[in-house]
């Protein structure tokens, strides 16, 4: 069992930057899983923004958020991070972290293969 904590999500004009945190709290060491960020906007379908492998050395970005956004991990504090520049306003919606336990060391990008998700953090990008 994996419980999820997002934060840092919140209200900015267009250009600005947000770094999204996600906390981890498993009876499982944090490195046993494949870690992703999603997220849905009003009226719109849940879409895959970044995924990183359990040791961090593979990541991979949406084509939405492919230069402005990046994904990372700390395997030490069982955080992992999205930090998104150039803000757009198509970027607003809820964003969630979700956990995978894989054994092999690549990446996720299929939400419903997730087996553990956040309860989502808000980010409103206005224009």
């Known amino acids: 069992q994996v419980q999820l904590l997002e934060s840092g999500g919140g209200a900015v004009r267009a250009g600005a930057s947000l770094r999204l945190s996600c906390a981890a709290a498993?009876?499982?060491?944090?490195?046993?899983?494949?870690m992703g960020w999603f997220r849905r906007a009003p009226g719109k379908e849940r879409e895959f923004v970044a995924a990183?492998?359990?040791?961090?050395?593979?990541?991979y970005m949406g084509d939405a958020v492919k230069g402005r956004f990046t994904i990372s991990r700390d395997s030490t504090k069982a955080t992992v991070a999205l930090q998104m520049n150039s803000l757009k306003p198509d970027d607003t919606a809820t964003y969630y972290c979700a956990a995978k336990q894989l054994w092999a060391d690549r990446v996720e990008v299929v939400a419903e293969n997730y087996h553990y998700w956040g309860q989502g953090t808000q980010v409103t990008v206005s224009s």
């Open positions: 498993s009876e499982h060491t944090f490195a046993d899983y494949a």
């Open positions: 990183i492998s359990w040791s961090g050395k593979i990541t």
